[in-house]
């Protein structure tokens, strides 16, 4: 047992701390997930919490346990969004001054949010195309001017605030088969998987993370963290290249198994909670309901319980996520196809290689003088898997000279 690993975690005291600041947030039983699984399943509903996620806990936790001393230096913290929310609430509410570097390409709503919590407490530096190179400056700033960094996730009185997340479940409902988290840096893991661990030995704790950032699996491969050559960030508050040493330390001894989850598979599941339950959940908040099909065979009969972590979702990024929603499900689909120049050859490619529940919902064509075809860029969507099998017979039948972009990564980045 390492010196982090001794650490003890006082969740209970976390929750004395944070009675007051916090909103005790529902543990809502979803009647058609349990339909869905054969199983008894319920949601954790951090997206409903003060500042949409479950950070607020963490931060305040931490920040409340600075000496005065500290808390007159100032606080500092790196964040393009929850953390920084967080942390901005939790300097208004202690009357402690704060220092918020956010990248400059952050969305001016994210900004909006972070000064609307924080108000007169906090200052937004901008600074930095990537957040490593944004939470640099945040470091060398902390120690210029001897103030406090306020990191994400990897100190106990964060961790010990996330797991009163934990607590709380507990506190409503027992005998939990199944427990899935999300896992960025791995706080929340630690603190709930630590509570569990305790109170309910018996639950089996399902890490998921996004696939294009699997931090988390890929330390308990190696048997300690590893930073990762490149991460995907569309599951912007679960996407981390490196998950905390004292967060895996933790970890590591309770996880029973990680999820990787596609970024589509996201996107479905968020447009799912939308449509059916009008839940506004954020990528990371909806990446413990996506990972349930993937143990749809486990489920049967069981308890469950995922926690949605954050609805911090930009109603501009809605577009992009039904997007991938719909390449994933395998219902919308890139060509480019190479049409014979000359009259009527679009016409019969609508008339004669359309279904009737196809639609083009993008066509890009530029006549090309004295040559024989000219490449046109085809966007389809279909309304299932044979429709799309169909339309592929037709255009094999009809001799379409065509390349799928969606199967060419490189093209498809190009183009689309």
């Known amino acids: 047992m390492t010196t982090i690993q001794k650490q003890h975690i006082d969740i209970n005291a976390a929750a004395e701390v944070l009675k007051s600041v916090v909103l005790k947030t529902p543990l809502q039983f979803h009647k058609k997930l349990s339909e869905k699984f054969q199983a008894e399943i319920y949601l954790k509903r951090e997206d409903l919490q003060v500042v949409r996620s479950y950070k607020l806990r963490g931060a305040y936790n931490l920040i409340n346990s600075l000496s005065e001393t500290q808390r007159k230096r100032g606080v500092v913290c790196a964040s393009a969004g929850n953390h920084a929310q967080g942390v901005a609430l939790s300097c208004k509410l202690l009357n402690i001054q704060g220092v918020i570097y956010m990248p400059a390409i952050t969305p001016k709503q994210k900004i909006t949010q ?9 200052e937004i530096v901008l600074i930095g195309d990537t957040f490593d190179e944004c939470q640099d400056h945040a470091l060398e700033y902390t120690r210029t001017n001897k103030m406090e960094f306020i990191p994400p996730f990897d100190h ?3 961790i010990e605030g996330q797991g009163t997340v934990g607590k709380e479940i507990l506190e409503e409902q027992s005998n939990f088969d199944f ?3 999300p896992i960025g840096g791995g706080g929340l893991c630690a603190g709930v998987g630590s509570y569990f661990q305790l109170y309910s030995p018996n639950t089996k704790i399902i890490g998921v993370e996004p696939q294009g950032a699997p931090s988390m699996k890929e330390a308990l491969k190696h048997g300690h963290p590893v930073v990762l050559d490149k991460i995907q960030r569309f599951v912007d508050g679960a996407s981390v290249k490196k998950v905390g040493d004292l967060t895996f ?3 590591k001894d309770f996880i029973s198994d990680m999820i990787l989850v596609p970024e589509g598979k ?8 939308y449509n059916e339950d009008a839940i506004v959940a954020e990528p990371a908040g909806a990446l413990s309901i996506a990972a349930l099909d993937y143990y749809a065979d486990q489920l049967k009969g069981k308890k469950v319980v995922c926690v949605l972590s954050g609805g911090n ?5 809605m577009q992009e996520i039904k997007e991938r929603s719909l390449l994933f499900e395998g219902l919308k689909h890139y060509f480019i196809v190479r049409f014979a120049q000359r009259p009527g050859a679009l016409k019969e490619f609508v008339n004669h290689i359309l279904g009737p529940n196809d639609d083009i919902v993008r066509f890009e064509f530029i006549q090309k003088h004295n040559k024989e075809t000219g490449p046109a860029l085809i966007g389809i969507e279909v309304k299932s898997q044979e429709d799309f099998n169909s339309l592929i017979f037709r255009m094999d039948s009809h001799k379409l000279n065509y ?4 199967q060419n990564e490189n093209l498809f980045e190009y183009l689309v």
Request: charged share 15%.
């Open 156 to 158: 106990i009185k964060v």
């Open 266 to 273: 996201v996107s479905s599941a968020i447009l799912q909670l």
């Open 403 to 406: 390349t799928l972009v969606n």
């Open 114 to 122: 972070v000064k609307m919590f924080g108000g007169q407490n906090i």
């Open 249 to 251: 330390s933790i970890c």
């Open 179 to 181: 427990a899935f988290l």
């Open 313 to 317: 979702n930009d109603i501009d990024r």
